[in-house]
């Protein structure tokens, strides 16, 4: 059992649409991260959430730590943001020195103008 | 600007030759990891490093090995490369902080023939 999962796997919108996309797990974590990897394969880290709610220019991402979901929200989408979404957790008992991440398998996103 | 490098973005090996994927990054982390990516499989770690001359095998550590001899650098080597190793390779550092963010190299796409 994968222990974070994410959906959907492929995602194609029209440019303006309001995306979501959703990412549970089922350990406990210290924080969760979304990431963004563009088509060449570099990774930009987007967010860094425990708690609540980061918004950042037509970005959102939500956590509830209860629920263990997490969800990131982009509005108002352009085909710039065509990528693959990566959510990854940070364990609890992966803490200190490890640091380790587990990832989901991404979301592909495609949006068309 | 904070910097994960990988010295190559793309190479093509024989199967059987030694490869060396080397990662180098500029913000004093004490933290890297090396991890694969398949489609369909995510990121998966292979090792990771907490500390000069120290290493931990992530997931799937078969068929490779690391060497960190400086801070800054750390090196995956594939004693023999086989078809199966055919895949992309991510390079990342971090703190060992929990809540501090993880940062990625642009990737080496690795083909063996």
């Known amino acids: 059992k994968n222990e974070v999962e994410q959906s959907p796997q492929n995602l194609t919108a029209q440019e303006g649409e309001f995306i979501t996309i959703n990412c549970s797990y089922s350990?406990?974590?210290?924080?969760l991260h979304w990431l963004q990897q563009h088509p060449g394969g570099g990774i930009v880290s987007l967010f860094m959430?425990?708690?609540g709610k980061k918004k950042h220019g037509r970005l959102i991402a939500t956590i509830n730590i209860q629920e263990k979901h997490s969800s990131l929200h982009i509005t108002a989408s352009h085909p710039r943001d065509s990528a693959v979404y990566i959510c990854?957790?940070?364990?609890?008992?992966?803490?200190?020195?490890?640091?380790?991440?587990?990832f989901g398998k991404g979301t592909k996103l495609s949006v068309k103008p | 600007d904070v910097k994960v490098t990988q010295s190559s973005r793309y190479l093509v090996k024989r199967t059987g030759e030694k490869v060396f994927l080397e990662c180098v990054q500029d913000?004093?982390?004490?933290?890297m990891f090396w991890y694969r990516q398949d489609p369909g499989l995510g990121l998966r770690l292979i090792y990771f490093?907490?500390?000069?001359?120290?290493?931990e095998k992530g997931d799937i550590p078969e068929g490779y090995s690391v060497s960190r001899e400086k801070k800054e650098r750390f090196s995956l080597i594939l004693e023999s490369a086989s078809t199966n190793q055919t895949s992309m390779y991510l390079c990342?550092?971090?703190?060992?902080?929990?809540?501090?963010?993880?940062?990625f190299g642009q990737g080496t796409r690795l083909t063996v023939v």
């Open positions: 913000m004093d982390h004490e933290n």
């Open positions: 350990v406990g974590i210290s924080a």
């Open positions: 990854a957790v940070r364990l609890i008992r992966y803490g200190g020195s490890q640091g380790n991440l587990i």
């Open positions: 490093s907490y500390d000069v001359k120290m290493k």
């Open positions: 990342a550092s971090s703190t060992p902080a929990l809540q501090n963010e993880a940062f």
């Open positions: 959430l425990s708690s």
